[in-house]
């Protein structure tokens, strides 16, 4: 069974079961997927990152479905009703859900009315009724009467429902019955009496049809939301009204129902109807159901785990002193300064804005500050009063242009979390929790990564409806994305933190603290090799970690390099055949070497040429170059807007229908997926992602509804109408901060064009709508 399954994921996969088997012995060996992707291509093939993560999904979801196999086999077994048939059904069984529809009938269950009806001795009365229609069910039934089953009547709701419950159970038809449904079928909603003005963020499903299949993510998760807040009624619908369904058909034809006119045709054509209203069809909502927010929650998390790999993989200013400011009106702007290596040097709490208005004295402090500790930048978190603190630093700026000041705006997402977590406790002991977050905004500018791991990724907030998803299921996908960026961009042995260290490959919580304690008892590491003497980090958690982790300045250079310790050995033969020479960072020595020379039995060619490539640009940093965007003067809210300004922003986030821009005005505007490019666009992260500096123009501008429709096409005209196959809804889901910010609400969802209805808000929904951007139709 276990070749079986690797050649199913090497199928799915599109490449060679061999290369499965190996990446599987690997995972089974405690290898991690950042160590097996990285330093043991030979074995896998090459296979890279995505893949084994698929693969490791896969391989999880197969052995579950197999231990479920093998429990279903024995629960039958015993019960004595195995037969070769049904065994090589159940072997056959590709997916859970045909493995439980095979396992329906022989499940053990409460005592249902069926049940009581076999115990009453109906169920001769059942099955002689539709093996032979030709009798009059009146008439047989009389048979049936005893002092348990009262009369006639009685009788024949008892065999009707044990036939009930055997259509229902066929596994075959349910199947078959469910891919009718998914195919042909459409979710409906319709708002609930009474809830038209408390739920008027869901309008634009409280009537509202589309097939299932068609159906996305967010539209799912948002209809679902809104059954979930009580202000839609949800009906799975099994096909269009207009077409005749044929599902009461295909159960009557299963088990040869057929209206001859014969005495009991219409009593098992009822039986049938019965059957399909009250037990098929609710069956099948609930399986469809399942399946809509498996699909709905597994795209919402693909959306989230893309936006936080954009991230963390943000471009980090790098080792310079930065000023944070945590903005704030009335408890005012907490200031935090660290140095080069993030630490804290000083803090303080200015007053610039309302109510106190201590402008002048505010920029005064800050220039003393910066003139003080050489600070070259100044981070300025993005909630509330981030704008007119942003116009503080600019007239800082102005005012002290001897100070070389760079000023950048950042996601304080999260920066609340950290503050009050337990490790910023131990971390910054005796700082208030409100200067915490400065102190996280300005390291956050420096290096995003080492800074965001700190914190628990659900709270950075760039997904859609992430409250709405499955905790196990989100977790696992976001911290693998965690524990992939980490080990792609390496880390500083010698100045992680304790979180940092937990997300390299081979290294668990208990591991990270035992490193911080031995560098901070015996110094610096001076090479990887000193790893081995930190308690319990044993030869296996060596082998995962130490590729990943840098020491720069070391007592070897190439512990500064994601060459692996066990592959110093080919290192030292190269510089052998160059007769010493140095070779890190010396490309014209490097390219005279030949990768095919230094292959021998443990390291193949992929694992020589990346060898060549690190000691070229050693320590090289996947992450893009550090810049900022800057925000128009006079620009600083929604109602400074006007429908054509040119303005440069930054992407927040990118959801499946488009992508969320921050123009300095305290709520972030909506490119939609068509306004992207003037080619088609499956995929806006194929275009935009998080972190990108863009320029874009104001389409639309929606004050009442805090929305702001904005184009990366910078010649389209305000009101100009999308190309037809890229029109699409505009609603996304909390986490994703168009509408978030300033008290704007939870994200109802969107409503696609094939329902028209009037405007419900005059020109502008009309303009909205004419733009593909939303809005009443």
């Not at 102005?398 to 503050?419: D, F, I």
């Not at 989100?474 to 994305?481: I, N, P, Q």
């Not at 939609?672 to 639309?700: C, F, M, Q, W």
């Given at each position: 069974?276990?070749?079986?399954?690797?050649q199913?994921?090497?199928?799915?996969?599109?490449?060679?079961?061999?290369?499965?088997?190996?990446?599987?012995?690997?995972?089974?060996?405690?290898?991690?997927?950042?160590?097996?992707?990285?330093?043991?291509?030979?074995?896998?093939?090459?296979?890279d990152?995505?893949?084994?993560?698929?693969?490791?999904?896969?391989?999880?979801?197969?052995?579950?479905?197999?231990?479920?196999?093998?429990?279903?086999?024995?629960?039958?077994?015993?019960?004595?009703?195995?037969?070769?048939?049904?065994?090589?059904?159940?072997?056959?069984?590709?997916?859970?859900?045909?493995?439980?529809?095979?396992?329906?009938?022989?499940?053990?269950?409460?005592?249902?009315?069926?049940?009581?009806?076999?115990?009453?001795?109906?169920?001769?009365?059942?099955?002689?009724?539709?093996?032979d229609?030709?009798?009059?069910?009146?008439?047989?039934?009389?048979?049936?009467?005893?002092?348990?089953?009262?009369?006639?009547?009685?009788?024949?709701?008892?065999?009707?429902?044990?036939?009930?419950?055997?259509f229902?159970?066929?596994?075959?038809?349910?199947?078959?019955?469910?891919e009718?449904?998914?195919?042909?079928?459409?979710?409906?909603?319709?708002?609930?009496?009474?809830?038209?003005?408390?739920?008027?963020?869901?309008?634009?499903?409280?009537?509202?049809?589309?097939?299932?299949?068609?159906?996305?993510?967010?539209?799912?998760?948002?209809?679902?939301?809104?059954?979930?807040?009580?202000?839609?009624?949800?009906?799975?619908?099994?096909?269009?009204?207009?077409?005749?369904?044929?599902?009461?058909?295909?159960?009557?034809?299963?088990?040869?129902?057929?209206?001859?006119?014969?005495?009991?045709?219409?009593?098992?054509?009822?039986?049938?109807?019965?059957?399909?209203?009250?037990?098929?069809l609710?069956?099948?909502?609930?399986?469809?159901?399942?399946?809509?927010?498996?699909?709905?929650?597994?795209?919402?998390?693909?959306?989230?785990?893309?936006?936080?790999?954009?991230l963390?993989?943000?471009?980090?200013a790098?080792?310079?002193?930065?000023?944070?400011?945590?903005?704030?009106?009335?408890?005012?702007?907490?200031?935090?300064?660290?140095?080069?290596?993030?630490?804290?040097?000083?803090t303080?709490?200015?007053?610039?804005?309302?109510?106190?208005?201590?402008?002048?004295?505010?920029?005064?402090?800050?220039?003393?500050?910066?003139?003080?500790?050489?600070?070259?930048?100044?981070?300025?978190?993005?909630?509330?009063?981030?704008?007119?603190?942003?116009?503080?630093?600019?007239?800082?700026?102005?005012?002290h242009?001897?100070?070389?000041?760079?000023?950048?705006?950042?996601?304080?997402?999260?920066?609340?979390?950290?503050?009050?977590?337990?490790?910023?406790?131990?971390?910054?002991?005796?700082?208030?929790?409100?200067?915490?977050?400065?102190?996280?905004?300005?390291?956050?500018?420096?290096?995003?990564?080492?800074?965001?791991?700190?914190?628990?990724?659900?709270?950075?907030?760039?997904?859609?409806?992430?409250h709405?998803?499955?905790?196990?299921?989100?977790?696992?996908?976001?911290?693998?994305?965690?524990e992939?960026?980490?080990?792609?961009?390496?880390?500083?042995?010698?100045?992680?933190s304790?979180?940092?260290?937990?997300?390299?490959?081979?290294?668990?919580?208990?591991?990270?603290?035992?490193?911080?304690?031995?560098?901070?008892?015996?110094?610096?590491?001076?090479?990887?090799?000193?790893?081995?003497?930190?308690?319990?980090?044993?030869?296996?958690?060596?082998?995962?970690?130490?590729?990943?982790?840098?020491?720069?300045?070391g007592?070897?250079?190439?512990?500064?390099?994601?060459?692996?310790?066990?592959?110093?050995?080919?290192?030292?033969?190269?510089?052998?055949?160059?007769?010493?020479?140095?070779?890190?960072?010396?490309?014209?020595?490097?390219k005279?070497?030949?990768?095919?020379?230094?292959?021998?039995?443990?390291?193949?060619?992929?694992?020589?040429?990346?060898?060549?490539?690190?000691?070229?640009?050693?320590?090289?940093?996947?992450?893009?170059?550090?810049?900022?965007?800057?925000?128009?003067?006079?620009?600083?809210?929604?109602?400074?807007?006007?429908?054509?300004?040119?303005?440069?922003?930054?992407?927040?986030?990118?959801?499946?229908?488009?992508?969320?821009?921050?123009?300095?005005?305290?709520?972030?505007?909506?490119?939609?997926?068509?306004?992207?490019?003037?080619?088609?666009?499956k995929?806006?992260?194929?275009?935009?992602?998080?972190?990108?500096?863009?320029?874009?123009?104001?389409?639309e501008?929606?004050?009442?509804?805090?929305?702001?429709?904005?184009?990366?096409?910078?010649?389209?005209?305000?009101?100009?109408?999308?190309?037809?196959?890229?029109?699409?809804?505009?609603?996304?889901?909390?986490?994703?901060r168009?509408?978030?910010?300033?008290?704007?609400?939870?994200?109802?969802?969107?409503?696609?064009?094939?329902?028209?209805?009037?405007?419900?808000?005059?020109?502008?929904?009309?303009?909205?709508?004419?733009?593909?951007?939303?809005?009443?139709?």
């Amino acid at each position: 069974m276990t070749t079986a399954i690797h050649q199913r994921i090497a199928e799915e996969l599109g490449v060679r079961a061999g290369q499965v088997s190996a990446a599987v012995d690997l995972l089974d060996g405690g290898s991690t997927v950042p160590f097996i992707a990285r330093y043991r291509k030979e074995a896998t093939g090459a296979l890279d990152d995505t893949q084994l993560r698929t693969l490791e999904e896969r391989l999880g979801y197969l052995r579950e479905l197999e231990e479920r196999r093998a429990a279903v086999l024995e629960s039958v077994r015993s019960q004595g009703k195995l037969d070769e048939a049904l065994e090589a059904s159940i072997l056959a069984a590709d997916s859970k859900a045909r493995l439980e529809d095979l396992y329906l009938p022989y499940k053990p269950k409460r005592r249902t009315k069926a049940q009581i009806a076999r115990e009453q001795g109906l169920e001769p009365l059942a099955e002689g009724l539709l093996d032979d229609p030709t009798q009059d069910p009146q008439e047989v039934a009389k048979a049936f009467v005893t002092e348990e089953v009262a009369d006639v009547a009685a009788a024949l709701l008892g065999a009707r429902a044990i036939l009930v419950e055997r259509f229902g159970e066929d596994g075959d038809l349910i199947g078959e019955l469910r891919e009718r449904m998914w195919t042909q079928g459409r979710l409906a909603s319709k708002v609930r009496e009474g809830k038209e003005e408390d739920g008027a963020k869901f309008a634009d499903y409280f009537d509202f049809s589309e097939p299932f299949g068609k159906l996305p993510s967010h539209r799912i998760l948002a209809l679902l939301r809104g059954e979930k807040e009580e202000v839609l009624d949800l009906q799975f619908d099994p096909a269009d009204e207009d077409e005749p369904t044929g599902y009461e058909a295909r159960i009557a034809s299963r088990f040869g129902v057929d209206d001859r006119g014969r005495p009991a045709d219409r009593w098992l054509g009822d039986t049938v109807r019965w059957a399909w209203r009250t037990r098929i069809l609710v069956h099948l909502g609930i399986d469809l159901r399942s399946r809509l927010r498996a699909f709905a929650e597994d795209e919402a998390v693909k959306v989230f785990a893309s936006n936080l790999r954009d991230l963390l993989l943000a471009a980090p200013a790098g080792t310079r002193a930065t000023m944070g400011l945590d903005p704030g009106f009335r408890t005012g702007v907490k200031v935090a300064v660290v140095d080069a290596t993030g630490k804290v040097v000083d803090t303080d709490v200015i007053y610039p804005h309302v109510p106190a208005n201590r402008w002048d004295e505010s920029i005064a402090k800050l220039a003393v500050l910066a003139r003080k500790h050489d600070v070259e930048l100044i981070s300025i978190g993005n909630g509330t009063a981030s704008r007119e603190t942003d116009k503080l630093a600019v007239e800082l700026l102005k005012r002290h242009p001897e100070l070389k000041l760079t000023k950048a705006v950042v996601s304080e997402a999260g920066a609340s979390v950290y503050s009050a977590s337990a490790f910023a406790s131990a971390e910054l002991p005796g700082m208030d929790v409100s200067l915490r977050g400065a102190v996280s905004i300005a390291r956050r500018l420096q290096d995003p990564l080492a800074e965001l791991v700190k914190i628990d990724p659900k709270s950075i907030g760039v997904g859609q409806y992430q409250h709405d998803l499955s905790e196990t299921k989100l977790s696992k996908s976001l911290d693998a994305v965690v524990e992939d960026c980490v080990n792609a961009v390496g880390v500083d042995l010698n100045t992680a933190s304790a979180p940092l260290l937990t997300r390299v490959s081979g290294i668990t919580a208990g591991l990270a603290e035992n490193i911080v304690q031995h560098r901070d008892s015996n110094g610096p590491f001076r090479s990887r090799r000193a790893l081995k003497d930190v308690a319990r980090l044993g030869p296996k958690a060596f082998e995962q970690c130490a590729g990943f982790l840098r020491i720069p300045n070391g007592d070897d250079p190439l512990d500064a390099s994601s060459v692996h310790p066990e592959a110093y050995p080919v290192v030292r033969r190269m510089q052998e055949r160059v007769g010493g020479e140095q070779l890190i960072g010396n490309t014209a020595v490097l390219k005279s070497l030949r990768p095919q020379e230094f292959v021998d039995d443990t390291f193949g060619l992929p694992t020589v040429t990346d060898i060549l490539r690190e000691l070229e640009k050693p320590g090289r940093d996947p992450r893009p170059a550090f810049k900022t965007a800057t925000f128009a003067e006079g620009v600083e809210k929604i109602a400074d807007l006007k429908p054509g300004m040119v303005l440069e922003g930054v992407v927040t986030n990118v959801a499946a229908f488009g992508a969320f821009v921050d123009v300095g005005v305290h709520q972030d505007g909506l490119v939609h997926i068509s306004a992207l490019s003037n080619t088609y666009v499956k995929d806006p992260r194929d275009v935009v992602k998080s972190g990108d500096v863009v320029r874009v123009k104001v389409l639309e501008v929606d004050i009442p509804r805090k929305r702001i429709g904005l184009t990366l096409r910078l010649e389209d005209e305000p009101g100009r109408k999308p190309p037809r196959e890229q029109r699409d809804d505009r609603r996304g889901g909390d986490g994703q901060r168009g509408g978030q910010r300033n008290g704007g609400g939870q994200r109802g969802g969107g409503k696609p064009r094939q329902q028209e209805r009037p405007p419900a808000n005059g020109a502008m929904a009309e303009a909205l709508r004419r733009a593909g951007l939303g809005g009443a139709k």
